[in-house]
């Protein structure tokens, strides 16, 4: 599964983005900002270029949308909202690959520890960024980690420029739809990367 959820990400973004600023897909980039769910109204317009890029092992069988549906469509939220009014791609892997070896992505807490330590090196106060972490983190739900994590996404993206692993997030964002367990293993893994 976590092959297809990042291959699939990958493959929107980049049919998204295309090579740059006359290629951005804003039309539906817009219907994913304007949609807080996947099954909103408003992401209709997303939906055909959302769907056709799910393996269909993973596609709805019920009009409920599944796991992979949900946690796709929220990264790629928060990619669509990161993107806004930036000419460069927001987008880079956080692994190294074949063809590329210096990638500059990093994961989105990983993201938000630069501004925390921006914040500590400039003796401004950090406390503020870390209860809003530390209230994700405690999070059970997927609707209130996705609302939690549009906040965090609009404070780093005022403060720095970075390049998130959206395919990484969308994986963390799957996971967090099970069991007490993995919703325990995701947190404790956004912990390692924002504190440690």
Same mark, same amino acid.
């Not at 599964?1 to 980049?14: Q, S």
């Not at 990264?75 to 927001?90: E, K, M, P, S, T």
């Given at each position: 599964? #976590?092959?297809?959820?990042?291959?699939?990400?990958?493959?929107?973004?980049?049919h998204?983005?295309?090579?740059?600023?006359?290629?951005?897909?804003?039309?539906?980039?817009?219907?994913? !900002?304007?949609?807080?769910?996947?099954?909103?109204? !408003?992401?209709?317009?997303?939906?055909?270029?959302?769907?056709?890029?799910?393996p269909?092992?993973?596609?709805?069988?019920?009009?409920?949308?599944?796991?992979?549906?949900?946690?796709?469509?929220e990264?790629?939220?928060?990619?669509?909202?990161?993107?806004?009014?930036?000419?460069?791609?927001?987008y880079?892997?956080?692994?190294?690959? #074949?063809?590329?070896?210096?990638?500059?992505?990093?994961?989105?807490?990983?993201?938000?520890?630069?501004?925390?330590?921006?914040?500590?090196?400039?003796?401004?106060?950090?406390?503020?960024?870390?209860? !809003?972490?530390?209230?994700?983190i405690?999070?059970?739900?997927?609707?209130?980690?996705?609302?939690?994590?549009?906040?965090?996404?609009?404070?780093?993206?005022?403060?720095?420029?970075?390049?998130?692993?959206?395919?990484?997030?969308?994986?963390?964002?799957?996971?967090?739809?099970?069991?007490?367990?993995?919703?325990?293993?995701?947190?404790?893994?956004?912990?390692?990367?924002?504190?440690?």
């Open positions: 599964m #976590k092959d297809e959820l990042t291959n699939a990400t990958v493959n929107f973004i980049r998204c983005y295309g090579d740059g600023e006359a290629t951005i897909r804003r039309d539906i980039l817009k219907a994913l !900002r304007t949609g807080k769910t996947i099954d909103s109204p !408003r992401a209709q317009d997303a939906l055909p270029y959302l769907l056709e890029k799910v269909e092992e993973f596609l709805t069988k019920n009009g409920i949308p599944t796991n992979f549906e949900r946690a796709f469509y990264a790629l939220r928060l990619y669509a909202l990161h993107q806004q009014g930036i000419d460069w791609c927001v880079e892997t956080s692994r190294p690959t #074949k063809e590329v070896q210096d990638d500059s992505g990093i994961m989105f807490f990983k993201g938000l520890k630069l501004l925390r330590n921006k914040a500590l090196e400039n003796d401004s106060d950090s406390k503020a960024l870390d209860r !809003r972490v530390q209230t994700v405690a999070m059970t739900t997927l609707n209130g980690t996705s609302t939690s994590l549009e906040q965090l996404l609009g404070i780093m993206k005022s403060k720095i420029d970075v390049k998130i692993d959206y395919a990484d997030l969308a994986n963390d964002l799957y996971w967090l739809q099970f069991d007490e367990n993995c919703i325990k293993r995701v947190h404790f893994r956004w912990a390692n990367q924002y504190f440690g």
